[in-house]
Nanobody, 123 residues
Framework: QVHVAESGGGLVQPGGSLRLSCSGSGRSLDYYAIGWFRQAPGKQREGVACISSSDDSTFYKDFVKGRFTISRERGKNKVYLEMKNLKPEDTGVYHC????????????????WGKGTQVTVSS
């Protein structure tokens, strides 16, 4: 089986940047599409970005396009989420998760989840 763990969260000011890491253990992440999700207080979990398993195609929700970049480093069994021009509405707990299939933004399609890392954007 595969396990994932997030890191890199923290407190940043609006307009700042942050890089989140999703580290895999056990089975290689190469076999999985990896999605990033976030959940703000009082709101439902929402998909943010996804990277495919086959060719590393990337997909983004409109509200992060041009600001966030998802990438995979297969040699280190890691997936990253580079976040720039952060806004207060980006605040939330960010999770990465695996899917043995094509990318989607549906959390129910994903099987393995990390504990999450807190991202707080505030002045």
């Amino acid at each position: 089986q595969v396990h994932v763990a997030e890191s890199g969260g923290g407190l940043v000011q609006p307009g700042g940047s942050l890089r989140l890491s999703c580290s895999g253990s056990g089975r290689s992440l190469d076999y999985y599409a990896i999605g990033w999700f976030r959940q703000a207080p009082g709101k439902q979990r929402e998909g943010v970005a996804c990277i495919s398993s086959s060719d590393d195609s990337t997909f983004y929700k409109d509200f992060v396009k041009g600001r966030f970049t998802i990438s995979r480093e297969r040699g280190k069994n890691k997936v990253y989420l580079e976040m720039k021009n952060l806004k207060p509405e980006d605040t939330g707990v960010y999770h990465c998760a695996t899917e043995f299939g094509v990318c989607s933004y549906n959390p129910h399609e994903f099987d393995n989840w990390g504990k999450g890392t807190q991202v707080t954007v505030s002045s």
